[in-house]
T-cell receptor, first 113, second 110 residues
Framework: KAGVTQTPRYLIKTRGQQVTLSCSPI?????VSWYQQTPGQGLQFLFE???????NKGNFPGRFSGRQFSNSRSEMNVSTLELGDSALYLC????????????FGPGTRLLVL | GEDVEQSLFLSVREGDSSVINCTYT??????LYWYKQEPGAGLQLLTY?????DMKQDQRLTVLLNKKDKHLSLRIADTQTGDSAIYFC??????????FGKGTKLSVKP
């Protein structure tokens, strides 16, 4: 089976712009979670989608949003970018329940100038 | 609150065993995980253990869980230079998300 794929792999934006990142889960997986990784804060949970519904949300401002499509693919959007949004954004997919292990994609590295 | 702690660095010689330690706070965690991250890459799931188990072995990897002390360890036997990476311990949070430690950077010297 193909693994989790994320596009684009690298992105450079300027402050105030918005960005959309895409994630395709492993075939058959219905849950997609997003994490932000920075040197200072480490890995932090953004949100989780299951069957097109947000099932869980971390402590990030409303500028961070996401959605999931009927084929389980997910997108996350960050509006009004700030310098501090520079990070590696990781997507993880899991089968169904929150007890299933999460498998991660390669990440999208976002640089905000 | 929910928190996971790990030491930041570990250096071993090729062929030795590596032991990476982790402590967690949520005693209700059902699963605990070990992930590996190589430079410029995402997280690779190495292994995971259910909270009613004390030990799990998978080839060169051995996971030990002390639930009373909320202590998890990952032992890598016969460590190779290709094992050099950052290793993350993670527990399931109360809402189902993963809560990660800061990661342990393993350096393997030839």
């Amino acid at each position: 089976k193909a693994g989790v794929t994320q596009t684009p792999r690298y992105l450079i934006k300027t402050r105030g712009q918005q960005v959309t990142l895409s994630c395709s889960p492993i075939s058959g997986h219905r849950s997609v979670s997003w994490y932000q990784q920075t040197p200072g804060q480490g890995l932090q949970f953004l949100f989780e989608y299951f069957s097109e519904t947000q099932r869980n949300k971390g402590n990030f401002p409303g500028r961070f949003s996401g959605r999931q499509f009927s084929n389980s693919r997910s997108e996350m959007n960050v509006s009004t970018l700030e310098l501090g949004d520079s990070a590696l954004y990781l997507c993880a997919s899991s089968l169904n329940s929150q007890a299933d292990p999460q498998y991660f994609g390669p990440g999208t590295r976002l640089l905000v100038l | 609150g929910e928190d996971v702690e790990q030491s930041l660095f570990l250096s071993v010689r090729e062929g030795d065993s590596s032991v990476i330690n982790c402590t967690y706070t949520d005693s209700s965690s059902t699963y605990l995980y070990w992930y590996k991250q190589e430079p410029g890459a995402g997280l690779q799931l190495l292994t995971y253990i259910f909270s009613n188990m004390d030990m799990k072995q998978d080839q060169r990897l051995t996971v030990l869980l002390n639930k009373k002390d909320k202590h998890l360890s990952l032992r890598i036997a016969d460590t190779q230079t290709g094992d050099s990476a950052i290793y993350f311990c993670a527990e399931r949070g109360s809402q189902g998300n993963l809560i990660f430690g800061k990661g342990t950077k393993l350096s393997v010297k030839p």
